[in-house]
């Protein structure tokens, strides 16, 4: 693959003419016309309808011209190809059997994506048809640590107590839930390069919950295995398809992050990214980091903030991004006004 795409550049650490601009959650419920396609259907069904997960996959291309599109998915979609049912609830994903011990692990399948996940793939290449080559289309995955956290605590947490005892106390079956994890992911991911997506994203979104020596030994190694799949597979040996690493709470992390492997390392908004830069130094690309919930202030304000991270970012290998998705509050006027000012001054 040619990285001719601005974003494509910026994701291998290339020069750009400007800073590229996307946002994690693209779409969501602060778009009015998401909310229109939304009411028609549940979330899963969405998900699950590629005509429909093409149409909110462009909606904020459509609207805000970004530089890359993400697709319409979810991080847990995997988990039910491994034999663990999801639902989607007001209140947050619920995962009615969850996964807690040895026997448990072993009975987890080894799914094949293409066919237990047919419904994203034929997105993907729904959405390339529409996109026709405007912007690269990014597919995305749960990393191995945060789909066994959903896995073992049966959805979200507030002290991951089931996760932690599993690691701790059963370090094997840790170890193996996480290796199955891994595996799967690769593959999932794999799949949506074969079908069409331009670049890909592991989310750990719970990683920071993690001391730093039990973020490399259950976090970081899995994301690692996963992206050494990747590399050493004839889908991504054959192409240039930049890997993006994110991890929330990533700056207790972020000498260990240098050694991901990741051309791409994703940062939240609690670090500066200017020191982030330092400490990761110049073999990776970096994404972010503005805080989402600086779409609240007036819009020239928002102006004033995007300048500070483009200045602190410097002019190579820069992707600007919040440093997580857009909050569903969020005015969809101050999420143009952002473009604006990274178009303006990147």
């Keep these: 693959m040619e990285p001719t795409h601005r974003f494509l ?22 778009l009015p016309q998401y909310r229109s396609v939304r009411s028609q259907s549940s979330f899963m069904g969405l998900c699950k309808t590629p005509d ?22 979810d991080i847990l979609i995997p988990l039910e190809a491994m034999g663990v049912p999801v639902e989607f609830t ?24 293409e066919e237990t996940l047919p419904f994203v793939m034929e997105a993907i290449r729904r959405i390339r048809r529409s996109l026709a080559g405007r912007v690269p289309l990014i597919g995305f995955s749960g990393a191995p640590f945060t789909l066994a956290s959903y896995m ?26 996480l290796g199955k994890i891994a595996a799967t992911v690769s593959r999932y991911l794999e799949a949506q390069v074969a079908a069409g997506a331009e670049a ?4 750990d979104t719970w990683a920071g919950i993690l001391t ?32 993006i690493y994110y991890v929330n709470g990533c700056a207790p992390y972020l000498d260990k992050l240098s050694r ?18 330092a400490r990761l130094g110049p073999g990776v690309a970096v994404q972010g980091n503005l805080d989402p919930t600086a ?10 903030r995007v300048r500070e991270i483009l200045d602190a970012a410097g002019r190579t290998g820069h992707v600007f991004n919040l440093g997580h998705g857009v909050l569903p509050e969020t005015d969809p006027e101050h999420v143009r006004a952002m473009v604006k000012a990274v178009k303006s001054h990147g």
């Design 152 to 177: 073992v605590e049966g959805g979200g947490s507030k002290n991951f107590t089931h996760l932690k005892r599993l690691l701790f106390a059963s370090p094997a079956s840790a170890h193996a839930l």
């Design 52 to 73: 429909l997960a093409c149409e909110v996959t462009l909606q904020p291309i459509d609207e805000f011209e970004m530089d890359a599109a993400i697709l319409f998915s």
């Design 90 to 113: 007001e209140e947050g994903p619920v995962l009615p059997s969850p996964v807690r011990d040895a026997a448990r692990v072993e009975r987890l399948a080894d799914p094949d994506p």
């Design 260 to 277: 991901s492997g990741a051309d791409v390392v994703g940062l939240d908004w609690k670090v500066d990214i200017g020191d982030a830069r």
């Design 200 to 203: 890909v994203q592991i989310f």
């Design 212 to 243: 730093p020596r039990d973020f490399a030994e259950f976090a970081l190694r899995y994301s690692r295995d996963v992206i050494d799949r990747l590399r050493s597979s004839p889908t991504f040996s054959s192409s240039r398809v930049p890997i």
């Design 9 to 30: 550049r910026a994701c291998l650490g290339l020069s750009v003419d400007r800073t590229p601009v996307w946002m994690m959650r693209q779409a969501g419920r602060y």
């Design 295 to 304: 779409l609240f202030l007036p819009k020239e304000a928002i102006e004033g």
